[in-house]
């Protein structure tokens, strides 16, 4: 009964606590590679003595995620949570009014979000375990009064699980010499994860910047002279749909069709009510779909959103998904474009609206903006096809020019 607890028998190298002096370890991990497990086991072993009520190296703990749902769904009740991880006779009890673990020796941990970083402004605690630091909302503030509130003890520790993005305070806190860094990749963890999820992710997004950033649990970096960078990226971000007067769906169609096929770009885009600017809706592309598929599917968006207009791009097969949209729906208002320059000429003034902070992005369009990411005024540095990037540049000409031929080259021909 005592091994399934004994995590210094199943631990991954990228798991295990790094030797030395250090002030925070970052465990950068692809999904599923393991960082929440990590993260429970380490708080254990700082608060757990011997025997289960003697006392450990700390006894007040942080525990710090993007929200409260999270640090309590994930770090506590998860399947990789502390209570999972611990044994009976060491088992702490949650105390719901107090949002905190007490373990059997008196040792407590307290729940905390990056939403409310002030809540941290008088507590005080000799370690803490922070998750997901690279997607926190209020990462900096947040980050900052942690540090001041690990005053405990004789030398605090942080211990940081987190899928990688590239914001400024993960840059910074990894360029630290107090900090020291560990690393997994999601197939490392493949023993415990589906099969068939390990199969899917890798075929979809394997070789991709998602992939290397969310599998391979890498730091993207921009590439040299490309359109669009992370951060303007991340500047272009809201939260709510915003309401639009006008809303375009543009579709950029594969050449080829069946098991190996490009996908079909499909992009939903609208100006904003009331404003000068754009807004990035939904990227409902499709991957090895027929193109009556693709047609059924562009006709759902259209009607989802109330777009006033398809925008389809005729250069390689275009006209037959026009004229297939035209055959299931003859009212369905439809413009082909054809475009006569290079795909990274034609973005660049697309990109252009991005710099100047003309364009909002919702949420979930993490696919879009790694092939966003991967484009240069030479051209696409990704592999297969921008499907997904050729649509959105097919939508916002539209909004920003009425398909009539300025903006971006492209000639309408129906």
Same mark, same amino acid.
């Given at each position: ?170 840059? &910074? ?8 860094? /560990?690393? *997994? @990749?999601? =197939? ?6 589906? $099969?068939?999820?390990m199969t899917e992710v890798t075929e979809r997004y394997g070789g991709t910047t998602l992939g290397r950033q969310e599998l391979d649990g890498l730091f993207i970096e921009d590439i040299d002279g490309a359109l669009w960078t992370h951060a303007m990226l991340d500047a272009a971000r809201i939260e709510e749909v915003p309401e639009?007067? &006008? ?8 050449? /080829?069709? *069946? @098991?190996? =096929? ?6 939903? $885009? ?64 439809? =413009? ?9 000429a034609r973005a660049e003034p697309v990109a252009l609206l991005y710099e100047r902070g003309q364009v909002a992005h919702v949420a979930g369009l993490d696919e879009l903006e790694a092939q966003m990411c991967l484009m240069t005024a030479c051209g696409y540095e990704g592999q297969g096809s921008p499907d997904r990037l050729d ?17 971006? =080259? ?5």
């Open positions: 009964m005592a091994l399934p607890y004994m995590f210094s028998f199943w631990a991954m190298p990228h798991q295990w606590p790094p030797e030395g002096e250090w002030r925070t370890w970052v465990i950068l991990g692809g999904r599923g590679a393991g960082k929440t497990r990590a993260g429970s086991e380490w708080v254990r072993a700082q608060v757990e003595g011997s025997r289960p009520r003697d006392p450990g190296t700390c006894r007040r703990v942080a525990l710090v995620g993007e929200t409260f749902d999270q640090v309590r769904e994930v770090m506590v009740f998860g399947e990789s949570g502390i209570l999972a991880c611990s044994p009976p006779d060491r088992r702490p009890v949650w105390q719901a009014t107090r949002r905190c673990l007490v373990w059997p020796n008196g040792a407590e941990a307290m729940a905390f979000t990056a939403q409310e970083p002030e809540a941290l402004r008088g507590p005080q605690f000799d370690c803490a375990w922070a998750d997901e630091l690279a997607k926190w909302k209020k990462a900096q503030e947040t980050w900052d009064m942690l540090q001041f509130a690990l005053r405990l003890g004789a030398a605090p520790r942080v211990c940081v699980t987190t899928t990688p993005r590239t914001t400024g305070l993960m840059k &910074r806190l990894i360029e630290q010499g107090s900090t020291v860094l /560990t690393h *997994g @990749a999601t =197939s490392v963890n493949a023993a415990n994860l589906a $099969a068939s999820y639009c007067s &006008r809303i375009v769906v543009a579709v950029d169609p594969p050449a /080829t069709s *069946g @098991a190996k =096929s490009d996908l079909c770009g499909i992009v939903v $885009a609208g100006r904003i009510a009331g404003s000068e600017r754009l807004a990035v809706l939904q990227d409902a592309s499709l991957k090895q779909a027929s193109p009556n598929q693709w047609c059924e599917a562009v006709l759902r968006v259209r009607e989802n959103w109330g777009a006033s207009r398809i925008v389809v791009e005729t250069n390689q097969g275009g006209d037959m998904v026009a004229g297939m949209l035209r055959s299931i729906d003859p009212y369905a208002p439809v =413009s082909g474009v054809r475009a006569s320059q290079s795909k990274g649509a959105l540049v097919w939508a916002l000409h539209a909004l920003t020019s009425g398909g009539r031929g300025s903006g971006p =080259s492209l000639r309408a021909v129906g």
